[in-house]
């Protein structure tokens, strides 16, 4: 562990960024962690940060964040073996009850209801929240979001930590669908779905989630394990899709789709003022 900020508390919530080299993306995630300031004012939060040696000054923005804020925060370092190693490393060091996972570049959206939402999934007895989350380009300062659509991607749910205990951690052999996986392993009677839209997610042929080459790496285990067709229902078109776009360097699909539902009164359009 590298910095800590804050006393000893119970914690509600634990908010975990991993991040390696991304210093404005990382700055453009810190800057929209105030919302869950402002609207969580008798809870408990805990920031940790789990930095794979950055050299681009990625580290010392999340300190300046730490000295800014009087939130409980935690910095721990780990050579880079991969994000789900490093994510698994957050989930360990949590102290909160509830985990939300951000990658350096997305950002809060609407928190107004989260406290509300907590304490409701708790009286319901739910160990997850599904959320409505948007998507944008890196640079773009507008968002898209499907209504109803409530995608199964990290940025989108916040749940219980004692799940890893249950359903165990990442599975640290997938390259870029361990997270997808997981959460496809929790039951449905368990999940709260909610219609706020918590976050915007950066889409980009660069992330490397939508890397061909690492996919097609992890839909061969998850077809041993039964879960391919859960994630990937065309597989071979998914593959041919990611592949032209790298090419293109351009998520083309992803706009199109969002077009496409925007045009039939399905998706909205978000403004950002980040």
């Known amino acids: 562990m590298l910095r800590q900020a804050g006393k000893k508390m119970r914690l509600i919530l634990s908010i975990i960024i991993v991040f390696k080299d991304c210093k404005k993306d990382l700055h453009k995630t ?4 105030t919302k869950v300031f402002d609207n969580l004012p008798n809870s408990r939060i805990e920031i940790i940060f789990v930095d794979g040696f950055s050299i681009d000054g990625s580290r010392e923005e999340a300190e300046r964040f730490i000295d800014a804020n009087p939130t409980s925060s935690r910095i721990f370092l780990q050579y880079p073996r991969g994000i789900y190693p490093a994510m698994n490393l957050g989930a360990a060091m949590a102290q909160g009850e509830w985990i939300l996972y ?3 570049g997305d950002t809060l959206y609407d928190t107004a209801q989260i406290q509300a939402t907590l304490t409701e999934a708790k009286l319901l007895k739910k160990q997850a929240i ?4 948007g998507i944008r380009s890196p640079n773009s300062n507008t968002a898209t979001w499907v209504k109803k659509n409530w995608p199964r991607c990290h940025q989108a749910y916040i749940y219980k930590k004692d799940l ?3 359903l165990g951690p990442y599975d640290e052999s997938l390259r870029v669908c361990s997270d997808i996986e997981f959460l496809c392993k929790i039951p449905e009677k368990l999940t709260l779905k909610e219609s706020s839209v918590l976050s915007i997610t950066q889409v980009s042929p660069k992330n490397a989630s939508r890397n061909p080459s690492l996919i097609e790496e992890d839909m061969k285990s ?3 394990k039964g879960y391919l067709s859960k994630i990937f229902p065309r597989p071979r078109l998914t593959l041919f899709i990611l592949r032209v776009e790298k090419k ?4 083309l699909s992803v706009w199109i789709k969002s077009g496409y539902h925007i045009m039939r009164r399905k998706s909205c359009l978000i403004y950002l003022d980040d």
């Open 248 to 251: 293109l360097g351009i998520s």
């Open 102 to 104: 951000l990658n350096a």
């Open 130 to 133: 599904q959320f409505n989350s």
């Open 164 to 166: 890893h205990n249950s």
């Open 30 to 33: 810190l800057k929209s962690l």
């Open 222 to 224: 998850l077809q041993r």
